[in-house]
C-alpha cells in the first residue's frame, strides 16, 4: 500500500501565468462584496532593520 500512495504524492503548484501578488492584491467588485463571495488577505511585513 505504500508503494501506491508514494506514486500519487505530488507537490504542490500553482496555475501557470498566474500572478499570485496581483491576484491577491485585486479588490473585491461590488456585486462580489454583495453576495459575500470574496476573501480578506492580511499581509505581513517584517522590518528587518537592524537596529545597532
Do not use: C, F, R, W
Request: charged share 30%.
Amino acid at each position: 500500500m505504500k508503494d501506491n500512495q508514494d506514486k500519487h504524492q505530488t507537490e504542490a503548484t500553482m496555475a501557470p501565468g498566474m500572478d499570485d501578488q496581483e491576484e491577491l492584491t485585486q479588490s473585491a467588485t461590488q456585486t462580489e462584496l454583495n453576495k459575500g463571495e470574496y476573501t480578506e488577505v492580511t499581509t505581513l511585513s517584517l522590518d528587518e532593520n537592524d537596529p545597532s
